[in-house]
């Protein structure tokens, strides 16, 4: 069993691939590198990272498709770097279904210190003393097995989609507010960073909810956060 973090950094840059290879090898964790993005999919199928750091602009494929295709098959954290720091890249990021967006510049603390928060977020305790499961009429969720079932059928769900979903179950019938769920779910380095929340409800919203324009299940309560109904 590997006991090392293994994480693969994919730039078309080799000059920024040693630097953060050398930096994330600082920090004793393993780190292999890749210059485009069918050169990335290839080392994840023969040899599944930890954890990418996955830059937006590649030649050939672009960052944010080669994120789609490997949640596709895998589950593990991706962190997205970009040049641009716009919110339109962001939402692109974060709807592809990457853990985190880096803009460049960035310096070497700020990248570990969201690689730590990152794999602290994968790594997350899962044990509880609520009830195993929560049902409603619609949606069950089971967290010793992490199955979510909507009308008795399992949904795929991300790893932060499934944690987002697991604090509100917890805590089913509470307003929580964003600052609550950030630091739950994300970590206390987040506390500003509302639009990492507001994309995961809508993620979660378009698989459990039969009109996410209309939710019936995840509730937003305006300025002060959401809740998740204990039934429908």
Not at 79 to 90: E, F, N, V
Not at 193 to 215: A, F, G, S
Request: aromatic share 6%; glycine share 6%.
């Amino acid at each position: 069993m590997r006991q090392t973090i293994a994480i693969l950094v994919v730039d078309d840059d080799p000059s920024i691939n040693q630097l953060l290879q050398a930096c994330l090898e600082g920090e004793g964790w393993k780190a292999r590198a890749a210059l485009s993005g069918e050169q990335a999919l290839k080392m994840v199928n023969e040899d599944p990272p930890d954890l990418i750091i996955l830059d937006i602009m590649l030649p050939g494929i672009s960052g944010t498709e080669v994120c789609r295709r490997i949640l596709d098959t895998y589950s593990m954290p991706i962190i997205m770097l970009s040049a641009r720091g716009d919110m339109k890249d962001k939402v692109t990021c974060l709807n592809a279904g990457a853990d985190d967006y880096i803009t460049k510049p960035f310096t070497i603390d700020e990248l570990i210190a969201r690689v730590k928060a990152v794999m602290r977020r994968s790594r997350w305790e899962r044990t509880t003393t609520s009830p195993a499961i929560f049902p409603n009429a619609d949606l069950e969720v089971d967290f010793n097995t992490e199955i979510v079932k909507l009308h008795g059928c399992e949904l795929t769900l991300t790893r932060t989609e499934y944690y987002l979903l697991r604090e509100l179950a917890l805590n089913a019938g509470k307003i929580l507010t964003h600052r609550h769920l950030l630091a739950k779910v994300w970590g206390h380095e987040y506390y500003g960073e509302t639009e990492y929340l507001h994309q995961y409800i809508r993620h979660l919203r378009t698989k459990i909810e039969p009109d996410p324009k209309q939710p019936r299940h995840i509730i937003t309560v305006p300025g002060r956060g959401y809740r998740l109904e204990k039934s429908v």
